[in-house]
């Protein structure tokens, strides 16, 4: 979990940055930043709870489907998240590079 961790840690960094410099930036910026900002908020509070329950695959599946991921195995699980919190990660980085 530490890599999802990580990962998300430099999301909201970045988020964090773009939100200093949003007031100032382009409508079309602002509106990606305001899609991404509750599914990282959302996906820090359900890697927080599987972190929580980590080794009862059962809840940590059950918190998997709540986000709307398909796993068979704890395993699948932290890959999705993973994947989830890259694409979070680079939805900002580009909102960054347009800036």
Known sequence: MKLIEDILADA???RDELALQIKLGT???REEFEKLEPHLQ?????TKEIAEVAGDTA??????A???IEADSTEDLKTALQLAAEELR???????KSM
């Open 42 to 46: 959302k996906l820090k509070e359900k």
């Open 27 to 29: 409508a079309e910026a």
């Open 12 to 14: 909201q960094t970045l």
């Open 66 to 68: 709540e986000l709307g």
């Open 90 to 96: 680079e939805g900002f980085r580009k909102i960054r």
């Open 59 to 64: 809840k940590e599946l059950a918190i998997a």
